[in-house]
């Protein structure tokens, strides 16, 4: 999907995400635990394409965004959404810390600022989709995430099913931001009213009085 979306004129940025099945496995930043505190915790592991920090429009406060080659190796590489490293203590990636799903072993590649798009990635731990698949049995991206050049919206609603899908587009559901005519019409027919009905109070507090 993002090689193919990336293709169309007017497209900045494209990138796949989807949930990953991890079971009962829970997440720490500890290979053992602790018995004096709590250690693991239920954080959502989310699979991604390379393409999608750029899609989202996302900011790393340190570290890397994983590449393909990560993906296509399947390495055991993780990035952290700030809710996410606040939760297992990890500030800094130059040591290369670890963190564990279940038994499984994740280096931490780089640390999440903030996303414009997609706000579930500030409380997960982001794996490679290729690593999904090889760890997980992930079969699929649930949503694809695709940034557009001003204007372009409309155009690339119409095209991006038809591109990701050409056999069978009607699967794919495209949303796409609204109009800003129209929505500026909306916004200023709410004001409108909200004016008229303050006016209608203050006549009537008027009368009363």
Known sequence: AEDRLTRLNGVNA??????????????RSVPIDDPLGQTEFQIPVVAATPGLLDAVRGTLTTGRWFDQGHSDRSDRVAVLGPGAATKLNVFRVDQQP???IGEEAFVVMGLLRDVERQPELLNAVIIPEGTARDVYGYESASTVQIDVQIGAAELIATQAAIAVNPDAPETLRVQKPPEPDPLRRQVEGDVNSLFIVLGGVSLL???IG
């Not at 990138?15 to 997440?27: W, Y």
């Open 14 to 27: 494209a990138g796949s995400i989807g949930p990953v099945e991890v079971g009962e496995a829970l997440v």
């Open 98 to 100: 670890v963190v564990f």
């Open 205 to 207: 507090v008027g009368a």
